[in-house]
Every structure is written in structure tokens, then in C-alpha cells.
């Protein structure tokens, strides 16, 4: 074998083992077909519910959502986004619902909303800003090192 | 050291100090309720039988007692703070009965038979007890633990929360002026 | 007797620390050597003293003198031995006398290596480090005095917080923890000492390179033996919450993991210099911050240790160091502005300018969410909270750019690529990202962050394992060495880079655990009676039977569980509840059966008195394993890049200062 088909070979391995894991893993962790407890309902309703309740604060916890706290009222509170869902309320209906009953810190991140805004704006602005910076000086810098060897 | 580092220190130390300070003085854990000046939201609950086998049948609404000051008490027997409240508002209960002040327990997340025990030892029960399955009505009402006081004027408005225990005074001061309170008779 | 001598012990250190501070700068400035000495002497004793007062403080604790406060607060006769010892470290009092214990021998160590420096770098270095450890003394003779006399003496007390009794992993993190933001002392010491002696080129960072990278190790290690205690103890099988304390760990460590990266860049090219003084001094001040989150009580936190006005002490700190830190920095900026030139915009220098800036900008993201709340507060009057959401959707396109940088970089070289053997060598890792991006699509993965993640996974792989081969390759070659004895040299020879490479890896695997683990997993209650099974992912799960047992400090109820597949048996678990006797909620021991694909996780959420029933979480987690494997390797990896070389480095340095020829990309 050649230096550069042995890399080759031993690259793919590598490459394809690590898709095999994710893959393997997703195979096994989709769950089975039903069993002694309750039948699962709508899986859309299901993942919709996650996805809202991800998004709510659990009041007795320390900054878990209710989706993620097993304490009694986290999954309480995720009971009731789930009937609110069912019955036809949308996500941001679910949200002000809390956010009346509990104020606006029952939500896991602050509405893009007045002042909220800086906590969004001021890392991409921060972001963009050095980004520029790095391109000119880079531009500066080797445009000095082609003047250095034009030079000598 | 010259002035424009002085200026530049002083500019970002300055704002930052500033909100490290204020953090300082509130304290992170205390979130005001959100829930006094909306209307309370009706409910319509079981009473609990204080005779152990009967099975609840009398239901309570929010909306039986309008007209009146309405307080209510979220509670459980599993909870120490609400045993060091729960005289006082036996107490205030008595007092301000025959003055259209109603009292109404909430139960939460508990066995009945743990709170008909804890109200026997407790000397008794003063006013009712309402079973919230799937703790509906308490998230209704902004629950975050027990216990929590909720004070309901004569036209359904909520006019305080407790997060906490209450005691006498808290109690009488808040609901001696709802008393005065004419009913607004709807439209 | 005992608080007799802790309190001394900590003022003597107190007193000498002022002392050798005020020394070492009067004696460099007055030209007396004599006087250096002394403050190095100095710091030499306040080792001992802090190491009396902590071994006072252990035997204090073993023993239960309950007439010491710190005792009286956190010990207990009824906690086991092991738990006593560890306490010393479970609350504020108790933790900063820890912390002064873990500067003073930092700031010996530091001093006795670097006692034959010529020049006033580092007496003014002493004199910084002494004066931090002045302010941590002084928390500890002032307003965290863990040796206060108590009278009248305690029969017995309350025993150490109850969420630190559950899992060995306690033991180990706050000590990680410490060595790791203590040790960010000493590069912040030797920059304040180089912006002061004017001795401003890469000398302090060549001085201190070990000490920061080691203090980087012991924080990556802390930051993942965190994450393994949250999952394995607090229930929701999770491992990081963006909880305040978490990001205040995570904070210093992006920054030094910047700087770890650009001082290359100083080293080779003098340019950056006030960018890195920089960045170790926010690495420093942010230590501090650290602190100063968990014990000041302004953000709400599962660590927060106490509310109480020692906070303040931490705010002047802060303030003082950073304005000093401004003005130095600001005032010598002109002076260190180096022309700087750069061969070419592609090259490793270029990659390393990215990092740096998705690091500062994750770093800066990061703080502004965990202060915002109190801004918000002051300035709306309303209760906000930041939490998960928004961290996950301001900073995973960060990661991705790191991923992507982090193959991109070791596949270029320092000054100029050749455009043709960049392109070779990216061709297979390339293939390799859209060969796994694309078969995660075709197996119906949807999530884009998780297809990236594995895509650059073995985009980074490839790079990474690439550059190992062709290296040992060139050696065996060379020196007709085999493949294991090839790259084994070819490691020693350079331990910086192929240190980094595995620390690389082991991110890489932390990658795509978290990734997995979050995406992949699933969730299911259940109750069981005695004799009754459930089927989960492939698993079949038999409740046993129910258990309680009375210990001093606890009363305990667990589930057995009897783990099969495909009717064969392969564990037992044991969830419990744990009673504590001063709290209402128990707190809930998951059971974990960690296996290299998946763990299987399992909560004992409610049951009958009577043992007739029980409620289950059952929670399968792919690949969670790996992340903290790849926190092993990433210390790893720290560990081959700062073990010591041979006489070769120091020509290799040399040879780095004064380039010869531009030439293809240099070592290291």
C-alpha cells in the first residue's frame, strides 16, 4: 500500500467511526414500542411541549426549565403548557400565560424586547467588531511584510 | 500615569462596580408576585371530608364568595413553615368571620389523609379545605411552594400575595381596608 | 486553643505579606537586594503559616472542637471521617482558608524558581502575588474568620451541606477548582512585574508558560469534574445549567485557553503584546469574579455559598486590581505597540487571531448574560432570568467556529502556507466531514448544531490524527524507527504541539458527547409495583423491592432494580431518597450505569410508604461517557505539553527568537 492510500484507509476508519457512534446511538435511543405504562400520545403534541417547557423557568429549582426539573411542580407546570397546547393555544399564548401568573422571570431567556435587546445585540456587534479589526490588521501586517521584501 | 489611562480605568471600572453593587442589594432569590392587581381566577374545587372513607362532595367556587374579602391559604402537612402560621390565621379567621371575611385552605401536593391528621393536631378544622389535583388552581395562582397567602377584594380583584408566612398583623392590615371596599356591581 | 493559633498563624501571614510587598518594591527601586530577599523570605514563611493554619483547621475538624466557628458550622459527629476532612473546602470560611493555603505555596513555588532572575521583574511579581494573598488574609482575619472562638461551645452541629455528602467526586473539585484559579496568580503577577519593569517582551510569558498552562489543566479538570458531579447527583442526568457559578468557572478559562494560544504568537513574532497582558489580566480579575459570584449572594446559583457583606471586600478588590491593571496596561500600550508584520493571511497566526476573537467574544457573551439580571433589575425594575436558551443560541455557532478552527489550524502552518499542501492536506478530512454530515442526514438527523458537531468531529479527527502520522512517519523513515517508538519520539520531541494535538482530541470528544448525549436522549416515568418490569430502549427494568436504612445523619429509601437484556441479566441499580433531617425535600441519588454508548439513568421519584409502589424516571443517555473521557484527555494533553524538556528546547527557543529562513512552517 502506498503512503497515501494507507492514510487514506486510516482516515475513513476514523471518519467512519465516529458517524458509527452518533448513528448507533440514535438507533438505540429511539424508544421502543409502548409498554405497561400510559400510551404515548401525539408525539407532535409531546415534542411541542418540550420544546415550550425548555423554555419556561421551574420556580423551586435553580435555573432548570420544567422540562428538565423532576421536582412536583416543574411537572406540574409542564402538564399544564401541555393541555394549553392540546387545546389549541400557540407557544407564545402558553408563555404570556406564565409570564402573568409569574412574572417576567418565568421565562429562561429575556423577551428581545427595550433594553433585553443589548444582551443579543452587544456579543454580535462585539463579534463583528473584532472580526473587522482581525481583517484590517491582517491586511496591515502583510501588506507591511510585502513592502519589507519588496525593499530588500 | 497619565490622564487618558486614569479616564479609561475609571470608565470601565466604574459601571461595573456600579452593578456589582446594586446586586448587592437586592437579593437574587426574591421574585415580587406577579399575580396582585389581576383578577383571581375562578375555581371550582372539591372540598375535603374531614371524616376519613367520605369521599369529597361538596365543590367550592371562587365565584360563590363574591361579594366578600376572600383569603386564601396554600398549604401542605409536609411543610414546617405552614405550622408556625397556621394559628394565626385560625386566629384572624374567628375574628373576621361575622365580617364577610372568608377564609378558604388550599392543599398542596399532599395525601389527604396527612392534612385531616395535621388540621386534628392543629385543633381542628377552621375553615375549608379544597383539594387541587394537578395542582391547576395553585399554578393559576403563581405558586412557587407553600405556604403562600393570597387576599381576593369583594370584586375579585387581588389585592396581596404572601410568598411566605403571614401573621396576624400582615393579615389584619391588609384585609381591614378591602373591608371597607364597596362591591362593584357589574354592568 | 486551636483558634488561638489558626487566627495568628493568618495575621503573622497577614503582616508579612504587607510587608514583603511594600519590600520587594522598595528594594528594587532603592537598588537593595537585601530587601528582596526578605520579601521572598517572607513568602517562603507564609507557606508554612498557611499550611499550620489548615492542618489546625483539619484537626480541628477531625476532632470536633465545636468551640472553633468554622466547626460549629459544617462539622458533625454523626459525618463520616472521610466527609469531615473534606469540609474543610464545603463552605466560604473554610474555602478561603483553602484558598490562602493554595496561594501561598504558588507564590513560594513561584518565587524559589525564579529567585535567580536577574532584574526587577521578579521582586515586583513577588510583591503582586504577596499583595493578593494580603487580601485573602485579610478576608480571613476579617469577615471570613473560620477560626472565631464560639462560646458557649456546641454539643454537636449541623454537618457540611448535604448535596456535598452524595458523591466522591465533592472531594475532588473544589481542590481542582482552586489550583486551577489560584494558579492564574502567578502569570497575572509576572505581567503586572513585566508591565512594571518595563522588561515587556515574551520573557514573562517564557517564565511563567508552565505555571499557566498547569493552572489551565487543573481548571479543565475542575470544570469537567463539576459537570460529572451535577450529572451524577442533582437528577435531571444534565451536566451544565449556564448556572452563574458554572459560567463564572468557564469564564477564565476561555480566556486563558485565548492566551495559551496567541503567546505563540508573541513568542514568534513579538506582536500581541498588549493583547496578552491583557488577556492574563482579565483571566486573573475574572478568577476573582469567580469568588466573587459564589460568595457574594448577587446572582442565584445551586453554589452560591452565602449572602453577607464580604462581597463588598471582593468589589473593592476587583476595582482596585482592575483599575491598576488599566492604567499600567493603557499607560505602557504606546510603548509596547510593536510595527508587526505577518508572511501571509494564511497561516496559523491568522487562525490563531480567529480564536482568540470567538474565545473573547464567548467569554464576553457569557458575562453579559450572567450580569444582565442585575442590570436589568437596576435599570427596568424587572426580574429577568437568563438561562439555557439563551446561552445555547448566542454561543453554539461560537463552538462551531472553534470546531471548524480547531481542525483548520494544525493543518496550517506558522507564516505561510502553500496554498497546493494546504489543499492537500485538507482534501481527506474534508471528505470525512461531508461523508458524516451527510450520512447523519440520510439517517434522519435533523438537528443542524449536532450534524455539524459531527461533521467537524472528523473533519478535526482526520486533521489532527494526520498530522501524528505524517510526523511518525517522517521518523520512521528517518530513523527507520517503527511506528510506536516513531510517534513516542516524535511526542517527546515536541511536547508542546503534540500535547496541544491531544488536548485537541480530547475536546473533540467532549464535543460529541455533549452533542449526542443532548440530542439523542429519552425520557420516561413509570410506576412499578414489587416484581413489576418496564421496557426502556432496550433495556427491561425490575423494580425488586424497596429498602430503608437509618444512618446518623440521613434516613435513606432506595429501589433495587434489576437491569436485563434480552433476559439476561447485567446489573442491579439502587436509586435512592435521602431525608436529611433540617429539610423538607429529600434529595433524589440517581442510579447510573455507564456503558461506552449510553449510560442508563435512573431516578427514584416517589413512592409508598407501605413499599407497595414506586415511581421511576428512566432516563437513556447516549455517549455521555465520552465527555468526561475527553476531559481526561484534554488534561492529558496538558500534561505532555508542560512536562519539562531537555537542553534541545532551549536551542529550539533560541532558534524560534532569531528566524533564519521563512522556510516551511517551524516546529512547535
Excluded at chain 1, 423577551?111 to 491586511?139: F, H, K
Excluded at chain 2, 395525601?111 to 391528621?117: E, I, T
Excluded at chain 3, 429539610?583 to 454508548?597: K, M, W
Amino acid at each position: 500500500m502506498t503512503p497515501r492510500i494507507s492514510r487514506l484507509a486510516m482516515a475513513l476508519a476514523f471518519a467512519g467511526g465516529v458517524a458509527a457512534a452518533p448513528v448507533a446511538a440514535e438507533a438505540r435511543s429511539t424508544p421502543q414500542a409502548a409498554s405497561q405504562a400510559a400510551p404515548q400520545d401525539d408525539a407532535e403534541l409531546e415534542k411541542l411541549t418540550s420544546a415550550v417547557a425548555s423554555q419556561l423557568r421551574c420556580p423551586v429549582c435553580q435555573g432548570l426549565s420544567i422540562e428538565d426539573s423532576p421536582t412536583e411542580l416543574a411537572r406540574d407546570m409542564r402538564a399544564v403548557v401541555r393541555e394549553q397546547l392540546a387545546a389549541g393555544k400557540s407557544p407564545e399564548e402558553v408563555k404570556a400565560y406564565f409570564v402573568s401568573k409569574y412574572g417576567e422571570w418565568i421565562l429562561l431567556e429575556p423577551e428581545p424586547r427595550g433594553l433585553n435587546l443589548a444582551v443579543y445585540l452587544l456579543p454580535v456587534l462585539a463579534l463583528a467588531g473584532g472580526a473587522t479589526v482581525i481583517v484590517r490588521s491582517v491586511r496591515r501586517w502583510t501588506g507591511a511584510s510585502a513592502a519589507d521584501h519588496a525593499d530588500s | 500615569m497619565n490622564l487618558r489611562s486614569v479616564l479609561i480605568a475609571i470608565l470601565v471600572t466604574v459601571p461595573l462596580v456600579a452593578v456589582f453593587l446594586y446586586g448587592m442589594r437586592s437579593d437574587p432569590r426574591i421574585v415580587p408576585p406577579a399575580i396582585p392587581g389581576q383578577p383571581a381566577p375562578d375555581f371550582a374545587l372539591a372540598r375535603m371530608p374531614m371524616t376519613p372513607g367520605e369521599e369529597p362532595s361538596d365543590t367550592v367556587r371562587l365565584s360563590d364568595y363574591r361579594g366578600k374579602v376572600v383569603v386564601l391559604n396554600f398549604w401542605a402537612s409536609w411543610c414546617v413553615p405552614c405550622r408556625v402560621e397556621h394559628p394565626e390565621l385560625v386566629a384572624v379567621a374567628r375574628e373576621y368571620r361575622d365580617r364577610g371575611v372568608v377564609f378558604l385552605g388550599i392543599l398542596y401536593n399532599d395525601q389527604v389523609s396527612n392534612a385531616r391528621a395535621w388540621l386534628e393536631e392543629m385543633g381542628g378544622e377552621e375553615y375549608p379545605t379544597l383539594l387541587d389535583p394537578g395542582t391547576r388552581t395553585a399554578i393559576d395562582y403563581g405558586l412557587t411552594g407553600v405556604p403562600e397567602t393570597v387576599i381576593i377584594d369583594r370584586n375579585g380583584i387581588v389585592r396581596f400575595k404572601r410568598i411566605g408566612i403571614v401573621n396576624r398583623e400582615m393579615l389584619v392590615r391588609e384585609v381591614e381596608p378591602l373591608l371597607a371596599d364597596q362591591e362593584v356591581v357589574g354592568p | 486553643m486551636i483558634s488561638t493559633l489558626g487566627f495568628g498563624t493568618i495575621a503573622v501571614a497577614l503582616a508579612l505579606s504587607v510587608y514583603g510587598a511594600v519590600a520587594a518594591v522598595v528594594g528594587v527601586r532603592t537598588r537593595r537586594p537585601e530587601l528582596v530577599q526578605s520579601a521572598s523570605l517572607a513568602a517562603y514563611v507564609n507557606f508554612g503559616l498557611l499550611a499550620i493554619a489548615n492542618l489546625a483547621m483539619v484537626y480541628a475538624l477531625v476532632v470536633h472542637d465545636f468551640s472553633v466557628s468554622y466547626v460549629a458550622q459544617v462539622g458533625s459527629r454523626s459525618t463520616p471521617l472521610f466527609i469531615t476532612i473534606i469540609s474543610l473546602w464545603s463552605a466560604l470560611e473554610g474555602s478561603i482558608l483553602f484558598w490562602g493555603l493554595v496561594l501561598a505555596a504558588y507564590t513560594a513555588a513561584a518565587v524559589y524558581v525564579h529567585r535567580n532572575h536577574p532584574g526587577p521583574l521578579v521582586p515586583y511579581a513577588t510583591a503582586a502575588m504577596l499583595s493578593v494573598g494580603a487580601f485573602f488574609y485579610m478576608l480571613l482575619v476579617g469577615p471570613a474568620n473560620p477560626f472565631e472562638a464560639v462560646w458557649p461551645v456546641p454539643p454537636d452541629g449541623p454537618g457540611p451541606n448535604p448535596l456535598l455528602q452524595n458523591h466522591i467526586l465533592m472531594a475532588v473539585h473544589p481542590p481542582l477548582l482552586y489550583l486551577g484559579y489560584v494558579g492564574m496568580t502567578v502569570p497575572f503577577a509576572f505581567a503586572i512585574g513585566a508591565l512594571l519593569s518595563g522588561e515587556l517582551d515574551a520573557t514573562w510569558i517564557r517564565m511563567t508558560r508552565r505555571w499557566t498552562v498547569t493552572a489551565w489543566i487543573f481548571l479543565s479538570l475542575a470544570i469537567v469534574a463539576g459537570m460529572w458531579w451535577s450529572y451524577e447527583v442533582l437528577g435531571w442526568a444534565g451536566y451544565w445549567a449556564w448556572d452563574p457559578v458554572e459560567n463564572a468557572s468557564f469564564m477564565p478559562w476561555l480566556t486563558a485557553t485565548a492566551f495559551l494560544h496567541s503567546v505563540m504568537v508573541q513568542e514568534r513574532r513579538e506582536m500581541l503584546r498588549v493583547w496578552n497582558l491583557s488577556l492574563i489580566v482579565s483571566t486573573f480579575l475574572l478568577t476573582i469574579l469567580g469568588t466573587f459570584l459564589t460568595r457574594s449572594g448577587i446572582v442565584q446559583s445551586v453554589h452560591a455559598f452565602t449572602q453577607g457583606t464580604i462581597g463588598y471586600y471582593f468589589i473593592a478588590f476587583i476595582a482596585v486590581g482592575l483599575v491598576f491593571s488599566l492604567i499600567l496596561l493603557t499607560g505602557r500600550g504606546a510603548e509596547l505597540r510593536s510595527p508587526g508584520n505577518l508572511d501571509s493571511a494564511l497561516s496559523r497566526e491568522t487562525v490563531f487571531f480567529f480564536n482568540n476573537l470567538i474565545l473573547t467574544a464567548f467569554t464576553f457573551t457569557v458575562l453579559l448574560g450572567t450580569l444582565y439580571p442585575i442590570v436589568a433589575e437596576a435599570l427596568r425594575g424587572v426580574k429577568v432570568s437568563v438561562g439555557a436558551p439563551f446561552y445555547n443560541k448566542m454561543t453554539l455557532p461560537l463552538c462551531m467556529a472553534l470546531l471548524f478552527l480547531l481542525g483548520v489550524g494544525p493543518a496550517l502552518p506558522w507564516r505561510r502556507a502553500e496554498p497546493d499542501v494546504l489543499r492537500r492536506k485538507l482534501v481527506i478530512p474534508g471528505v470525512a466531514f461531508l461523508a458524516v454530515a451527510g450520512a447523519s442526514l440520510a439517517l434522519g438527523l435533523r438537528q443542524p448544531y449536532t450534524i455539524l458537531t459531527f461533521g467537524f468531529a472528523a473533519f478535526v479527527l482526520c486533521v489532527t490524527l494526520g498530522e501524528f502520522a505524517a510526523g511518525a512517519r517522517a521518523r520512521m523513515r528517518a530513523h527507520g524507527e517503527s511506528a510506536l517508538v516513531a510517534l513516542g519520539r516524535l511526542i517527546n520531541a515536541n511536547r508542546r504541539r503534540y500535547g496541544g494535538y491531544i488536548a485537541h482530541l480530547g475536546v473533540v470528544s467532549m464535543a460529541v458527547g455533549i452533542a449526542a448525549s443532548s440530542t439523542f436522549q429519552s425520557t420516561r416515568d413509570v410506576t412499578l409495583r414489587p416484581g413489576q418490569s418496564v421496557r426502556a430502549g432496550r433495556y427491561d427494568v425490575r423494580f425488586d423491592q424497596l429498602w430503608a436504612q437509618n444512618e446518623p445523619h440521613r434516613f435513606v429509601v432506595g429501589a433495587d432494580l434489576t437491569v436485563l437484556i434480552e433476559g439476561r441479566e447485567v446489573g442491579r441499580l439502587a436509586p435512592r431518597l435521602n431525608f436529611y433531617g433540617d429539610r423538607d425535600e429529600p434529595i433524589t441519588t440517581p442510579a447510573v450505569r455507564t456503558r461506552p454508548d449510553e449510560d442508563l439513568y435512573i431516578n427514584l421519584m416517589a413512592f409508598e410508604r407501605d413499599g407497595s409502589s414506586a415511581t421511576f424516571q428512566i432516563i437513556i443517555e447516549p455517549m455521555v461517557v465520552w465527555i468526561w473521557i475527553g476531559g481526561g484527555i484534554i488534561g492529558l494533553g496538558g500534561l505532555v505539553a508542560v512536562l519539562p524538556g531537555r537542553r534541545r528546547r532551549e536551542v529550539a527557543v533560541a532558534a524560534d527568537t532569531y528566524p533564519v529562513a521563512a522556510g516551511k512552517g517551524g516546529d512547535v
